[in-house]
């Protein structure tokens, strides 16, 4: 099962736009993570913003986490065509150890 | 390497054979987890070892799966008589400890035919 929700689905934008997405996620939690993937890569870490926290950046990457909401969003300014992936939001809702993700948004930047 | 390493990269199966995947997580990284990845969907939690031992196997799916890292460092996810239904990237990650930031490898895909 997977607790986290993201939205769009898919998302297609030019470069240079900034792209945003959304988590949902259904139980509370400790901290949310956010990763990428290329495709047919492993996943690297973006960022944690931690359930007491309410928006970390991290170069062009801003966090923001409403706890009452229990929602996420993710944005990437100025985008470029290397941030093409899924991005995949993560929380630790069971447990301290277990990550448990959404079913990703799939970024298309065009040149 | 300075990253976590799975072998091999890809696997083709035929169904009802065994097969054993490995990984190498970074040197002195205390957890490590293993995740399954259907097409089109985020990582599924599979198992987390602290050291040697496996603390959680909650998400093996059946019985024909299973995990060991004898001496804390390697680690190898085994599945026995594989199904069609196993075909999916799998992904290990380290990390320092049980809630830091976890590194993941490039995943095995694993292709049942």
């Known amino acids: 099962s997977q607790q986290g929700e993201e939205d769009p689905q898919a998302l297609s934008i030019q470069e240079g736009e900034n792209a945003t997405m959304n988590c949902s996620y259904k139980?509370?939690?400790?901290?949310l993570q956010w990763y990428r993937q290329n495709s047919g890569r492993g996943l690297v870490h973006l960022i944690l913003?931690?359930?007491?926290?309410r928006e970390k950046h991290s170069g062009r990457l801003r966090v923001t986490l409403d706890t009452s909401k229990k929602s996420s969003s993710l944005l990437i300014t100025a985008s470029r065509a290397a941030d093409t992936a899924s991005y995949f939001c993560a929380t630790d809702a069971d447990s301290s150890y277990k990550l448990i993700f959404g079913s990703g948004t799939r970024l298309l930047v065009r040149p | 390497g300075a990253g976590v390493s799975q072998s091999p990269r890809y696997k083709v199966a035929k169904r009802g054979q065994d097969v054993a995947l490995r990984c190498d997580p970074i040197s002195g990284h205390v957890s490590l987890f293993w995740y399954q990845q259907a097409l089109g969907q985020g990582p599924e939690f599979l198992t987390y070892?602290?050291?040697?031992?496996?603390?959680?196997k909650s998400g093996l799916p059946s019985d024909r799966f299973f995990a060991e890292r004898p001496e804390g460092s390697v680690s190898t996810l085994k599945i026995q008589r594989t199904q069609q239904e196993d075909s999916a990237v799998y992904l290990c990650?380290?990390?320092?400890?049980?809630?830091?930031?976890?590194?993941f490898g490039q995943g095995t895909r694993l292709t049942v035919v």
């Open positions: 139980t509370s939690i400790n901290n």
């Open positions: 990650a380290s990390s320092l400890d049980e809630s830091g930031k976890a590194f």
């Open positions: 913003i931690r359930s007491n926290e």
């Open positions: 070892f602290q050291n040697e031992a496996q603390l959680d």
